[in-house]
């Protein structure tokens, strides 16, 4: 059965960095785009961004660009989030999304507090 599993999230000052990690077993990594959502407090899900399988393009929202970095490492079937700069407005829970042509993957959410 296919499984996304998220980590890495926590309590960080503005300013601080951290590194979410999900892991996807149970699927044929390779073959499905990968990519992070997240839902704030009193907010709707939105997305964050997404690394393609088919040509390893990445996309980000406007909101994280130039500070949150994805990459994908297929021999450990693990897609990383680097946050760096993280803002009080990163607070959320942060998904991650295994979505090939015919399904979809989600996990369960880690969440990242960022503090004053």
């Known amino acids: 059965q296919a499984q996304v599993s998220e980590s890495g999230g926590g309590l960080v000052q503005a300013g601080g960095s951290l590194r979410l990690s999900c892991t996807a077993s149970g699927l044929t990594f390779n073959q499905y785009t990968m990519a992070w959502f997240r839902q704030g407090p009193g907010k709707e899900q939105e997305f964050v961004a997404s690394?393609?399988?088919?040509?390893?393009?990445?996309y980000y929202a406007d909101s994280v660009k130039g500070r949150f970095t994805i990459s994908r490492d297929i021999a450990k079937n693990t897609v990383y989030l680097q946050m760096n700069n993280l803002k009080l407005e990163d607070t959320a829970v942060y998904y991650c999304d295994a979505i090939s042509d015919y399904d979809t993957c989600w996990g369960q959410g880690t969440q990242v507090t960022v503090s004053s």
């Open positions: 690394h393609v399988h088919k040509d390893g393009s990445t």
